[in-house]
Nanobody, 131 residues
Framework: EAKVVQSGGGLVQAGGSLRLSCTAS????????IGWFRQAPGKEREGVGC??????????ADSVKGRFTISRDNAKSTLTVYLQMNSLKPEDTAVYYC??????????????????????WGQGTQVTVSS
């Protein structure tokens, strides 16, 4: 059974840090990795970043590059991925989601593909950054 569970989040002042965790189980990790997404009030969901299966390198949206870091712990049947968020800004306020994602290369550029299946998504966690 595919399962994705998140933890972390909360309220922090601007300039502070938070760490989110995401554990996926029940997937073939030869085919899936973990990606992070967020949705602010009144806005569409956007990609934050994901971690490449082959080498564990993180790929990030321009809006978070240099401030956010994705890392992972591989176990036998689960994958735990962390989103370390530093130098947080009020505009980072959103509900953050992780998801089991597939990977693709478009013109040699790496990207993650968000899943259509509802149960491939974590439950979401609120991150609020006060000014």
């Amino acid at each position: 059974e595919a399962k994705v569970v998140q933890s972390g989040g909360g309220l922090v002042q601007a300039g502070g840090s938070l760490r989110l965790s995401c554990t996926a189980s029940g997937f073939n990790f030869d085919d899936y990795t973990i990606g992070w997404f967020r949705q602010a009030p009144g806005k569409e969901r956007e990609g934050v970043g994901c971690i490449r299966r082959s080498d564990g390198r993180g790929f990030y949206a321009d809006s978070v590059k240099g401030r956010f870091t994705i890392s992972r712990d591989n176990a036998k049947s689960t994958l735990t991925v962390y989103l370390q968020m530093n130098s947080l800004k009020p505009e980072d306020t959103a509900v953050y989601y992780c998801a089991a994602v597939t990977e693709e290369y478009v013109r040699d550029e790496y990207s993650c593909v968000s899943p259509e299946e509802d149960d491939y998504w974590g439950q979401g966690t609120q991150v609020t950054v006060s000014s």
